[in-house]
């Protein structure tokens, strides 16, 4: 394998806090050494001045589950994708399909609420397929509260799938806004008692929605309406997206609590629509465009809940 000289590019290593322009020399695949100036006879060179040079990106918030799907994710250098917010089910066919189909980068899944509440509430069979379970999010069956019995056979059916290799539990309640919020807490506590964390996309800010049972950013810190809950029984991370139609003013307020929680042990993680977001023109990424590029050039070729 020729070895390949990365000339002159911004060099940027979350895991060292590295951030300088550097040369990078990869060998057999690997990367030998890091620094300016460096030569290696009979490499081939390329001038990467002015873009950025990482490690692979890792998109936390994927909805894409084909191999032409990640294959333009790696076009845009995510390594790993993670089906994580709105989750699959069952797991263990899911990642069966993508191993018998060969994806080209990383993956995993979470367990999916919306499909287990599905599965009990309105009797759909789930297939572990995204693009099927989209179905789902029309149905008023499932979005209805749950008796106690059912409470509890989705809530089995959640532990059953955290035993076989899901990541944690991806809750869209978001798209079933008007539940009981003691239903959400019994996940997060289902969560804390595997050692697992959730992803939730949550339910509308109050501002947005006057009815909603609970403000999305107060649910998703986990306090509020009389839902007081310790930093034992809350899972360790918990990644709350802001929903749709909310802007900086959601994000402002979601992460708000968070200092209050790490304080207690409890990581949340928030993240936001770039599209709300004025950002500007970030730094080219080798052979791929500038990052709002490829934020555009990847919504292309992704499925999306909302």
């Known amino acids: 394998?020729?070895?390949l000289l990365l000339r002159g590019g911004r060099v940027i290593d979350p895991g060292s806090g590295l951030d300088q322009?550097?040369?990078?020399?990869?060998?057999?695949?690997?990367?030998a050494a890091i620094g300016s100036g460096l030569?290696?006879?009979g490499a081939r060179v390329v001038d990467v001045t002015g873009m950025i040079v990482?490690?692979?990106f890792v998109d936390l918030h994927s909805h894409v589950n084909s191999v032409a799907g990640q294959r333009l994710q790696a076009m845009d250098g995510v390594t790993t994708a993670l089906e994580l917010e709105a989750g699959l089910l069952p797991v263990e066919r899911a990642y069966t399909r993508a191993l018998e189909e060969g994806r080209p980068i990383n993956f995993g899944f979470s367990a999916s609420w919306g499909m287990a509440r599905a599965e009990v509430l309105a009797g759909r069979d789930a297939d572990a397929d995204f693009v099927g379970g989209l179905s789902i999010l029309a149905d008023p069956a499932w979005q209805q509260d749950s008796s106690?019995?059912?409470?509890t056979a989705w809530l089995s059916r959640l532990e059953r799938e955290l035993s076989d290799g899901a990541l944690g539990i991806g809750i869209l309640q978001g798209y079933a806004p008007r539940t009981d919020p003691a239903e959400y807490r019994a996940v997060n506590e289902l969560a804390a008692r595997a050692g697992a964390p959730t992803f939730t996309h949550v339910r509308e800010i109050v501002e947005a929605d006057p009815s909603t049972p609970i403000d999305?950013?107060?649910?998703?810190?986990?306090?509020g309406h009389g839902i007081r809950w310790s930093g034992s029984s809350l899972p360790r991370q918990q990644h709350v997206p802001p929903s749709h139609r909310s802007g900086s003013a959601d994000h402002r307020r979601c992460t708000s609590g968070r200092c209050d929680h790490h304080s207690r042990g409890v990581s949340i993680w928030c993240g936001q629509y770039r599209d709300r977001c004025c950002l500007p023109r970030a730094g080219a990424i080798a052979g791929v465009g500038t990052l709002s590029e490829q934020h555009r050039d990847r919504r292309h070729g992704r499925a999306h809940p909302g």
């Open 148 to 151: 106690p019995a059912q409470l």
């Open 21 to 31: 322009a550097s040369d990078v020399l990869v060998e057999d695949g690997r990367i």
């Open 39 to 41: 030569e290696r006879e």
């Open 216 to 223: 999305g950013t107060v649910e998703g810190r986990a306090d």
């Open 1 to 3: 394998m020729t070895p």
């Open 54 to 56: 990482g490690p692979g």
